[in-house]
């Protein structure tokens, strides 16, 4: 079988380092020439070639940003692709990529949502265990072809994946409270710490703690910005909810309400218990 | 020299494995008879004693509650200690420990914070380089003796740490920057997320980043009530510079002002270029 990956960064690129003997050649695509040149460099495909190779594919590899995702897929439906191919997109939501998906082409998608990833990104930081033991999520699978179906399990199994399935809309729900919100969360910590005047003495104190806590504040604003843009309501939300437990405490803490404090620090305890 | 460590949890428990070969002897001395026996058992220290024995030591480390340490040096003051006694405190906020410190053994005092720990609690949970090139600040450090001072500095530079000299008032602004608020925000992230009614399938997405995020509410609620109410300004004051940025994110997202929220989220990035 011949993949292509289309975006060589961290996504793409830990997908081809892991999936080299999967595959009997891996076609790496990418409109960025420095990311083509170091994905080759580096191994993580097997040739560069432009997006017509799709045609010649048996799976591509969608590990682009969202709106890259959609008009990749608008491309790809005029293309004279292979009926058994499937097109699986790694984007972060997936009611707005499904939705716009061509419908001749719609069997050949697989939506799917890796939860993996680190805080880098370029071909440069590309790891061959990125998707190893983490969960794969796959919406609305149902409208999916069989044997589009098919691969993408092979693939999740060979990257020894969780599968999980879920509606497109519930996706994207909990992919707010999962994800998109925490990162505003972080943002909103390292913008806090960078207003303060003595900005430097306060970093000079950085244990695990605040290290874990402005991790995701190192994320690619551009990419993010897609993210919460197709995500806006649901984010929003999220971020309700969190800031109505916010102000639950600062008003206990305000009104020195120490037992009450304690027993909502007990509660958000049983986190850890399912998770 | 003797060593007397008052609370036998992970930060004494700790600081016990890793300066074993540095004393003659280490004491253990805490309440809780269950930690006595894991701390002898798991070689923290060599041997369990009383309040007492702090009267034969030369070095004290008060690893305990902020409320803890305040009436431990109340107590310490009535004792026949040694000239030289140097306690050493590792409360987490500095100020109300200091100035409720008994005069006639401010000297013997110095008052330390290290930039350490895990988010588990214990003697189980001791590990020898939790201290290794991690920061110790130790404030007003010009009250304290210049013995006690001195073995104060040689002790955080056998456990390999990195001594940050702060004012004490100055300490517990940051620290609420840094750790206490936080721990609220990570706090309420777990809250948010246990209120949905499909908390455990959001739950099964958790990649790293939320992980991360969260973790810190995994954190002991009894101490931590305690760094709460002992730095209550300083905490609602942090709580509030990050409000004001997570409302100004929160505001761009509804408004779909995208440019801004990419503008705001690399401001954020700048973090790490000081951390």
């Not at 950085?206 to 551009?222: E, Q």
């Not at 910005?225 to 405490?249: G, H, M, P, V, Y």
């Amino acid at each position: 079988m011949v993949c292509s990956i289309v975006g060589l960064g961290l996504m793409g690129g830990s997908f081809g380092l892991a999936m080299r003997d999967y595959f009997d050649k891996i076609i790496g695509i990418d409109h960025n020439v420095k990311h083509c040149e170091d994905a080759l460099k580096l191994g993580l495909v097997d040739e560069i070639d432009d997006f017509k190779a799709i045609e010649k594919s048996d799976v591509v590899i969608l590990a682009i940003p969202i709106k890259g995702i959609i008009k990749a897929l608008n491309e790809i439906s005029k293309l004279n692709i292979k009926k058994d191919l499937a097109v699986i997109d790694f984007g972060s939501t997936k009611e707005s990529i499904i939705n716009s998906c061509p419908q001749n082409i719609r069997k050949n998608l697989v939506a799917a949502h890796p939860m993996a990833g680190t805080e880098y990104s370029g071909p440069q930081a590309a790891i061959a265990d990125l998707y190893k033991n983490k969960v794969m999520v796959l919406c609305n699978i149902e409208d999916s072809g069989e044997i589009q179906r098919k691969k993408a399990i092979d693939i999740c199994n060979r990257l020894q994946m969780h599968i999980k399935y879920m509606d497109a809309k519930e996706h994207d729900r909990h992919a707010a409270f999962i994800s998109h919100m925490p990162h505003i969360v972080s943002f909103s910590i390292a913008n806090a710490v960078l207003k303060q005047e003595d900005k430097e003495h306060i970093v000079a104190l950085a244990a695990g703690g605040f290290r874990d806590m402005s991790r995701l504040a190192k994320s690619n604003p551009h990419m993010w910005r897609d993210i919460f843009s197709e995500n806006k309501q649901n984010l929003l939300d999220s971020i309700e909810a969190f800031k109505s437990e916010l102000k639950k405490a600062k008003d206990m803490i305000e009104n020195e309400k120490w037992d009450e404090l304690e027993e909502w620090m007990k509660t958000g305890n049983n986190l850890h218990k399912i998770m």
